[in-house]
């Protein structure tokens, strides 16, 4: 009698072990995070800022103060943030290098004059660096007419050799003469444009800022932002053949740095407006998706 009772209650213990042990592979199978593939949480989370215009006025979407951009760089230094240039996590792919444990990208488009005169002192301040892209034609024509004004002067090459020399800028592209939306969306390809067409206009408008990279500079850039955010799939094998190994975008969301290179393809920024503080800005992007 007692051993039947001993029976029957190994019996009830076991059911009850393997009903246990289900729930919990369907508490795990159902528990991990839905991933897509391209947004992989495997890597080192990298949140990438765009700013564009450092100025005092007026205050829009893409122009803010150096004071709003000052408390930027404290919030970061104070949180423990490190800056990363474009070829750090080009080094990260290639197993040559670690990253720093909390590493974060900055990112200056269009190329104003007062990237120089006013970002410039305060980066080297807090001991930071960024990515600096311009737009050929503006350094080349329009920058050389206008007052070098902190307002809404353009830098010239004289500057970006200036830039570099400081050792904690990158110069990347913003396409030569391809920042409008007149004849097409910034530099994407057009509904029913031939590819090879398309990808021969994009080689030469690219490929010209490239040539002069290498005449002022002594060498090309890495780097490229889309104008306005379009990108399009066609001008990935002509940004490649033009040696850009990192290109940005306008979307909002984190990034997750992997060792394949090809992870710097397409990194998704935040625009930095006046709008938030910096705490508040900060504590919005430096969340990594769940
Ligand atoms: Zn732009």
Redesign the pocket.
Known sequence: MYGCYRTEKFKIFLILDVFLVLCWMLFNAFSRPVRSAGSSQEGIFLPVVMY?SITDHPQTDYQLSPEIFAQDLYYLYANGYQTVSAEQLLAYTRHEADLPEKPVMLTF??GFYNNLSLALPLLEEYDMCAVISI?GYYTDVTAEKDPHADRYSYLTWGDVQELLKSGRIEIGS?TYNL?SNAERAGCSIRIGEQEESYASMLREDLGKLQSEMQMHTGSISGVF?Y??GFVCRESVPVLKELGFFCTLTCREEPNYITRDADCLYGLSRYNRNPAESAEAFFTRILQKSS
């Open positions: 564009h488009d269009d737009v913003h920042h932002a104008p306005y």
